[in-house]
């Protein structure tokens, strides 16, 4: 025994992973597991402590304490005696929830394995004949298949020692012939075979699958929902697993693989399925640590049936069990992935065998207090020795990553997803519900827009009727030149009635190619007016994008002045009329030309603009938004607002939808919007506004200027994703300001969602929600079947409503492939696919996540990084 205790043995290579991760996170019970057995019954303490100290003695490792040294890792025997603690609690007002707390404290009792015992009992009296009998113990010396070997021995023992007869020999294996039987295995072609199985299985594996979309490192103290499935699941689930020639356990272990795959969308779910990895009979007799997780890669299709995938699971697992011995500690190593979460994210642990005893003539099941540290959600399912009286099933979760209600609620989701899979196994699993009813009403319902009457109105005349409410008040200035509401109604007015005697009229396009400017805003009212949808163009594009718009929108017109007019294209598909608005216009049409008012104005369902999006890389596509899209849209920002109607600031050119709230909101309210770059020398000598929209990009910039060039009331920032630091500096000199995070694609009119931080409200330290849907917008976040997904749970978002486009110009085929059919609406209703990943949170506020695809923002204009890179691989001297 001496040359034991100075030499030790090695470690198993089960001990060393958890040694490992130990070390990564000293100091924490990480690795603490625990387990009770409530004994309804007299019990005989002396004989309980008698046992504990016979059993610990007979079990080798259980005593142990582990050094490194220069042959690794060595377990030696460091405690003759483990702790053993009897705690009386019958005088408490509830003796049951003070076992329960007691328990739970001392599961938070950090063990060093250095030094520390690392296990300890404890008999806890509840009643005069009610008693809990508890084991902590730490993951380095026992796994579950020891723990249930260690226990059913000291019932024997109690039991034969209150019978007062001679208990049987000891039922134990030795830990050498376990060491022995490990340096065999890890030395022969079965290893290897293992090990290029494991490989062959997960080496293309993207990542792990979670729930949350997120990480954190492990937690030892999880949240914890147990439920007992009753006689009627226990029934379906053991039916479903003989029709399909399997063990029920697989049943839970595909539903489970299901319930991620519409959770996620991704087509491929790992699930962590930790194994006893005993194969011999020494491992299979011998309490200490050897179990494994192993991952279980499985392909998953929405059009694949439960069946179907119960098949497949059923042939994977047996496939894993037959390599279950090679550690997921060295596959984690291998392929790079050895942080917290490793392969997969949630755990699925099925244990089939009884957990009962009996101590003397008292039965008590085992119920499982901790299992050791919690990465993300592991589901924990046990049966007694009758499955059919009740299937236990603990989830439990990673406090880091979820609520108790985000846990709740996925227990209750995840049951009522196995009773339809269960109801129907031959239906697909994209069609199955996953969504409680409760849930779905919340997303699809409750948490969407109110719907109002859009009044049948266009902006031109919400504009004039402004104008006569307003007409000397100042509507628009620009490097000193100031027009007032009446000027600017007159202006507009008469270039309208050139506009219609040239050939524009509704359902027509005139392009605009001029300077911001007091003649760009009346030539913006003036095609409005004359029923036609303007179209503008930005001189600084490069010519060949410029020519690609002229050819696809093929305008009627086209309004510039002589300073940009060399510059645009001289040849394109089509013949269009230039109007150069800095010379007299030739034939300008009598005073009583029809215009915006009069027969020839839009309605609302004439389009208004055409703007095309794509920032500067790839094929633009002009998105055409009609007039009533467009009054929803500047009514309800007239309403949410009031800064409005005072000084707006318009700096970005027509060509972004952001002008569209800075310009046509003003000009409807009573404000007045004056035209400057957000610069000092341009703002120099100006009053402060009270109402701007910018980016989140923009937001550096307005710290370098003076505080005057900010607004004093009102900020609205869009067209990119806005994290808090980011708006922190500027709010910490601007506290009384009005913040509103918008979001929302050109696609549906400018906006469709937004964020409001009112004065006071802290800013979050991430990513500022993208907010709540407008009144007459309805938004979906739904997965690759198009089915609503979780509060919490990320999925692409869809937008349905009146401010929708109605399409994109000359592009039928893109259109309908954006534009797809609303399942939660009317004969007829769209909804527009975003292409953007977000999530509901738990009061019904959108969260961003990022992309379906590639594309960024730059300031608000997208890039298509695939075409940026497809230009850039076509150039000489360029390779991948």
Request: charged content about 25%; some cysteine.
């Amino acid at each position: 025994m001496s040359d034991i205790r100075v030499a030790g043995r090695p470690a198993t290579a089960a001990q060393l992973g958890v040694w490992v991760a130990q070390q990564l996170q000293p100091g924490q019970p990480l690795y603490n597991c625990g387990v009770c057995f409530d004994i309804d019954g007299t019990v005989d303490t002396a004989a309980l402590r008698e046992a504990v100290r016979r059993a610990s003695a007979e079990a080798e490792t259980v005593r142990m304490r582990f050094t490194e040294d220069a042959q690794g890792l060595r377990q030696s025997p460091g405690h003759d005696e483990l702790p053993f603690h009897t705690v009386d609690l019958r005088d408490r007002s509830d003796p049951a929830q003070a076992a329960e707390l007691w328990m739970r404290a001392d599961l938070e009792t950090f063990a060093d394995p250095s030094r520390d015992p690392l296990a300890a009992h404890a008999l806890l009296r509840t009643g005069d004949e009610r008693h809990i009998f508890y084991l902590r113990y730490h993951h380095i010396v026992m796994d579950g298949w020891a723990q249930t070997l260690y226990c059913r021995r000291v019932a024997e023992l109690y039991t034969a020692h209150t019978e007062d007869r001679t208990p049987a020999p000891t039922p134990f294996g030795t830990l050498d012939d376990v060491l022995r039987a490990e340096a065999a295995y890890r030395a022969s072609a079965a290893y290897e075979r293992d090990r290029a199985h494991h490989l062959a299985e997960l080496a293309d594996h993207p990542g792990p699958t979670s729930p949350t979309g997120r990480t954190a490192p492990a937690a030892h103290s999880a949240l914890r929902d147990t439920v007992w499935l009753d006689e009627r699941r226990v029934t379906a689930v053991r039916d479903t697993a003989r029709r399909a020639r399997t063990r029920w356990t697989t049943v839970v272990v595909a539903a489970m693989a299901a319930y991620l795959h519409r959770l996620t969308s991704q087509n491929d779910v790992v699930l962590g399925l930790p194994v006893a990895a005993r194969t011999g009979r020494a491992a299979l007799t011998t309490p200490t640590m050897l179990s494994n997780e192993v991952s279980l890669r499985v392909p998953v299709r929405p059009e694949t049936s439960f069946a179907g995938l119960l098949g497949d699971v059923a042939a994977r697992v047996l496939s894993a069990a037959a390599h279950q011995n090679y550690r997921g500690e060295e596959l984690h190593g291998e392929l790079g992935r050895s942080g917290s979460t490793g392969l997969g994210g949630p755990v699925v642990n099925t244990v089939a065998f009884d957990q009962s005893v009996h101590f003397g003539a008292h039965r008590a099941v085992a119920r499982q207090l901790s299992t050791g540290r919690v990465k993300d959600l592991s589901v924990h399912v046990y049966a007694t020795s009758d499955t059919r009286s009740g299937i236990r099933v603990d989830f439990d979760a990673n406090p880091e990553l979820y609520t108790e209600t985000e846990l709740h609620d996925h227990r209750e989701r995840f049951l009522g997803f196995l009773d339809r899979l269960l109801a129907d196994p031959e239906r697909p699993l994209g069609r199955a519900d996953l969504l409680q009813p409760e849930e779905s009403r919340r997303v699809l319902t409750d948490w969407n827009g109110p719907t109002v009457p859009v009044p049948s109105t266009v902006l031109p005349r919400l504009f004039s009727e402004q104008a006569g409410l307003t007409p000397e008040e100042p509507a628009v200035e620009c490097d000193g030149t100031v027009l007032s509401y009446a000027e600017l109604d007159a202006r507009s007015d008469r270039l309208s009635r050139t506009l219609v005697a040239r050939g524009a009229r509704p359902e027509t396009l005139v392009a605009l190619a001029l300077p911001r400017g007091v003649d760009l805003v009346v030539a913006l009212l003036a095609v409005l007016k004359s029923g036609a949808a303007y179209v503008p163009l930005d001189p600084e594009h490069p010519e060949a994008r410029i020519a690609a718009v002229l050819d696809e929108a093929r305008p009627v017109l086209l309004l510039t002045d002589s300073g940009i007019e060399p510059r645009l294209p001289r040849r394109t598909a089509s013949s269009t009329e230039r109007i150069l608005l800095d010379r007299p216009i030739d034939g300008d049409a009598p005073a009583d030309a029809h215009h915006g008012g009069a027969r020839s104005g839009p309605l609302p369902h004439h389009p208004a603009y055409v703007i095309y999006t794509s920032g500067s890389t790839g094929r633009p596509k002009g998105v055409v938004v009609e007039h009533r899209a467009l009054t929803d849209y500047v009514l309800r920002a007239r309403d949410e607002y009031p800064a409005a109607a005072g000084t707006s600031l318009l700096h970005s050119p027509v060509t972004f939808d952001l002008t569209v709230t800075a310009l046509y909101t003003p000009l409807i309210s009573g404000g007045c919007v004056r035209i400057a770059d957000l610069t000092e020398e341009a703002l120099l000598g100006t009053a402060q506004p009270s109402f701007m929209k910018v980016t989140p990009s923009h937001l550096e910039m307005l710290l370098e200027l003076p505080d005057e060039a900010s607004p004093d009331s009102c900020l609205i920032l869009g067209g990119e994703a806005l994290f808090g630091p980011a708006l922190e500096r500027w709010r910490d000199r601007h506290p009384d300001v009005v913040v509103y995070n918008a979001y929302g694609p050109t696609e549906a009119t400018v906006n469709c969602l937004d964020h409001r931080l009112a004065p006071g409200v802290a800013v979050p330290d991430g990513a500022v929600p993208i907010g709540r849907p407008f009144r007459n917008t309805r938004v979906f976040v739904l997965d690759g079947a198009l089915r609503p997904v979780p509060v919490g749970v990320a999925g692409e978002l869809y937008v349905a409503g009146a401010g929708l486009a109605r399409g994109y110009l000359g592009r039928a085929g893109l259109t309908a492939e954006r534009f797809v059919a609303c399942p939660f609406g009317g004969a007829g209703e769209r909804m527009y696919r975003t292409g953007d990943v977000v999530r509901w949170s738990a009061g019904g506020v959108l969260e961003f996540v990022g992309r379906v695809d590639d594309q960024v923002k730059v300031r608000g204009f997208r890039i298509e990084l695939g075409e940026v890179e497809s230009v850039l691989a076509a150039c000489e001297g360029v390779a991948q």
